[in-house]
């Protein structure tokens, strides 16, 4: 690998000191020597003033604020320094206002800095003209673009320097949030970096300087395209790389500029027009390669997977490439080592600090810069803050949502939230309360994609209204259906466990905050008023009322998990207690036995009737408390009776046995707790239940019956297996 890198760029440059200029040779970029007026048209000497004439004035207007038409005399200043004047300077690598530019540390993020290095080969150009990396937030997108950046500008041996243009949007600047300057921003440094190109930019300029008050589009073709073009052969100028980083962070149009709009809304819009004129540019077969870093947002996502970009985009997911844990703990040893030997201690931290630390950071390095950023305080003591941090959720300590650190990543968050269109924030919260409330109810083989179509019909919303509502959260979200093969459970869909702590505290998240008990109850409403409709003639279907049977017992205990949730909601608790006595239980426990399971194993045996359930019935107040016996008659009664109905349907077993073990599992167990009750009548009915489960038994081939119960089953059902194997009954 190092002879790989060393070919063509050292792939791991130090960070350059805080306080000392990092800039490259700008003036040698374009090699050769400059003449005095060149000099001074790239702002190294000294330019005249810049005179415009507004209409119905002849006096000059100096560098001030112009108004109405404009005739822009050329004559006496340099076009580029018209271009630069009007460029977004601050969103180029080197720019001031982004020293010191993050930067990958060094021995971390090798994997993908030498995958783009393969993939731009930067004399011939790579086989597909366009890379994106994605990854979520806090992966280290913006900090690989500065590192290539740096590394092409800075790369000695070549006559020519291989980084063409770059461009870091960025949200919250208003010269760098939005693509009305990009063109030109671009334009520019490709005047700069390629010697050939710069006169006919400059005549571009002269000939119509009001080019630059044109759509974006006419700009690509007269300051780009066309100058390109002007050369004639373009075999012989070298591929030369263009970077553009935090395309999601471009956020609001040229038209949102001049009015009082919401960018969220039309933020989609103006990050596709940008990937359609680095299309446009590609289309013309110019020397140019392009680097696009963004969060995967599903629209970029979608419009770089669409047939106009066919054979253009190599893609790259960070989040799949290298190892983050490794990256995450060579910076965290780094700055711990660092931090030690400021303090003196060079005993701290201990491996078991460091292991912690890594394991809390979980590869996301923009959790671990922030705790760094927030121990590293010279007013109090670091290892203590580090300790106060790893022992306990982040969310549980009000000094961290002060720390400075930790209110740029809260902010963060924020304005990830923020960039949801407005009409859509209120489901968006719903679905994420219902995210984290029912993720761990569905299997791995049902999916997100399962997830969201069955609590959209569950909540009587239009298909894909959950998925759609959280569209623009892919950056702290990852609801994909990958598979997993060590799991039967959905993987953690949420990046981070930073963003789960946000976004249960309500001081953090602000008017994003979630409610998991709000979130519960809601979804305990759906499911009750879904399972209202079942009897025993009923022929419901559907993977939401599978949900809703199998899973309504342990919505209810997160709900109401204690008498103070039922006396802070009283009316709602009463409401759902009468909601309950109205369904037909019965029908709906043999219903769930006969489901076939989208859930997680742990939850399929709806029929099942929990003590937590049961004990969370008797919450009701005193005055209230016949209301809460009679729900809990109800509820048992029901139970016994559905265990002993369902046998009488012919070969009901064998579709449970079919279905799900555990289902038959506690079918028996049920068996062998009314066995032992002391009502004769009852008694008899299980006798009668048992001689129908061994006669069905007996009609299967499958001798499974013959056999010790499976492993993990209770021994309790011995007995019962014991029975139903005997000759006569």
């Excluded at 604020?65 to 080197?94: F, R």
């Excluded at 783009?116 to 992966?139: C, E, F, L, R, T």
């Excluded at 044109?214 to 690509?220: R, T």
């Excluded at 990543?409 to 995210?435: A, D, G, H, K």
Aim: glycine fraction near 6%; aromatic fraction near 8%.
């Amino acid at each position: 690998m190092a002879n790989r890198a060393n070919s063509r760029f050292s792939p791991y440059p130090q960070r350059p000191t805080r306080g000392m200029t990092d800039d490259g040779d700008v003036h040698n970029h374009r090699g050769g020597t400059h003449n005095h007026n060149h000099l001074a048209r790239h702002g190294l000497l000294p330019l005249p003033q810049t005179a415009f004439f507004q209409q119905e004035s002849q006096a000059p207007i100096f560098n001030g604020p112009i108004a109405g038409n404009v005739n822009h005399y050329a004559s006496g200043i340099g076009a580029l320094q018209t271009l630069y004047d009007h460029s977004a300077t601050g969103a180029m690598h080197d720019s001031n206002e982004r020293f010191p530019p993050p930067m990958c540390h060094p021995g971390t993020r090798e994997a993908v800095v030498i995958r783009i290095n393969d993939w731009y080969g930067y004399q011939q150009g790579p086989g597909k003209p366009i890379m994106w990396v994605h990854a979520p937030a806090g992966y280290g997108k913006t900090a690989i673009a500065g590192t290539i950046s740096k590394m092409l500008a800075e790369i000695v041996g070549l006559d020519f320097i291989p980084l063409g243009a770059t461009f870091f949007f960025w949200r919250t600047s208003p010269e760098r949030n939005n693509s009305t300057r990009f063109v030109i921003t671009i334009a520019y440094q490709l005047a700069m970096s390629i010697p050939e190109l710069a006169p006919h930019v400059e005549n571009a300029v002269e000939v119509n300087p009001m080019i630059l008050r044109k759509a974006l589009e006419v700009q690509l073709v007269k300051l780009i395209v066309e100058p390109f073009k002007a050369i004639g052969e373009l075999r012989g100028i070298p591929n030369r790389l263009v970077i553009i980083d935090g395309l999601d962070e471009c956020i609001n149009s040229e038209q949102e500029s001049r009015v009082a709009k919401k960018y969220a809304e039309d933020q989609e819009i103006v990050q596709v027009r940008v990937l359609d004129l680095i299309r446009t540019l590609q289309s013309h077969n110019l020397p140019l390669s392009f680097l696009i870093l963004s969060r995967p947002e599903a629209w970029i996502k979608e419009h770089i997977e669409s047939r106009s970009f066919a054979n253009m985009v190599e893609v790259v997911d960070l989040y799949a490439v290298g190892d983050h844990m490794n990256d995450v703990e060579k910076y965290v040893r780094a700055e711990l080592s660092r931090i030690a030997a400021k303090i003196g201690d060079m005993e701290w931290p201990t491996e078991s600090t460091v292991d912690s630390f890594v394991w809390k950071a979980n590869g996301h390095m923009a959790y671990a810069s922030t705790v760094v950023r927030h121990i590293d305080d010279p007013y109090d003591d670091p290892r203590k803050r580090l300790k106060d941090i790893l022992d306990a959720p982040t969310g549980s300590n009000p000094d961290f949502a002060h720390s400075t650190p930790f209110s740029s990543l809260y902010e963060l968050y924020r304005q990830i939230m923020r960039s949801c269109p407005e009409s859509n924030r209120s489901l968006m919260v719903e679905i994420l309360e219902n995210i984290i409330v029912t993720a761990d109810f569905f299997s791995a083989s049902h999916g997100f994609s399962g997830l969201f179509a069955t609590l959209d019909s569950l909540s009587g919303r239009a298909a894909g209204c959950g998925a759609r509502a959280i569209r623009g959260l892919h950056a702290v979200l990852c609801v994909s259906d990958r598979s997993s093969k060590r799991s039967s459970s959905l993987p953690n869909p949420f990046i981070h466990s930073s963003f789960v702590e946000f976004l249960t505290n309500p001081m953090l998240s602000l008017d994003f905050a979630v409610d998991k008990k709000k979130g519960s109850r809601r979804l305990l409403w759906n499911c009750l008023e879904c399972m209202a409709v079942i009897n025993s003639q009923s022929e419901g279907e559907g993977d939401h009322l599978r949900f809703a049977l199998c899973t309504f017992q342990f919505l209810w205990v997160r709900a109401w998990s204690s008498k103070e949730d039922a006396q802070l909601h009283q009316d709602e608790y009463v409401k759902l207690v009468q909601k309950l006595l109205t369904i037909d239980l019965t029908a709906c426990f043999i219903k769930s036995l006969e489901q076939p399971g989208i859930l997680h194993p742990a939850f399929t045996n709806g029929a099942a009737v929990g003590s937590n359930f049961a004990h969370s019935l008797e919450h009701l107040p005193k005055e209230s408390d016949p209301l809460s016996q009679q729900a809990i008659m109800h509820l048992l009664s029901s139970t016994e009776q559905a265990m002993l109905d369902i046998y009488k349907q012919p070969q009901a077993v064998l579709k449970i046995k079919l279905l799900h073990e555990s289902k038959l599992q506690g079918y028996l167990t049920k068996l062998y707790n009314l066995s032992t009750n002391s009502n004769r009548r009852k008694s008899d009915e299980v006798a009668q239940a048992l001689n129908q489960l061994r006669l069905n038994l007996q009609r299967w081939p499958n001798n499974w019956f013959n056999e010790s119960p499976p492993l993990g089953w209770s021994s309790n059902i011995r007995p019962i297996l014991d029975y139903i194997r005997q000759n006569d009954l």
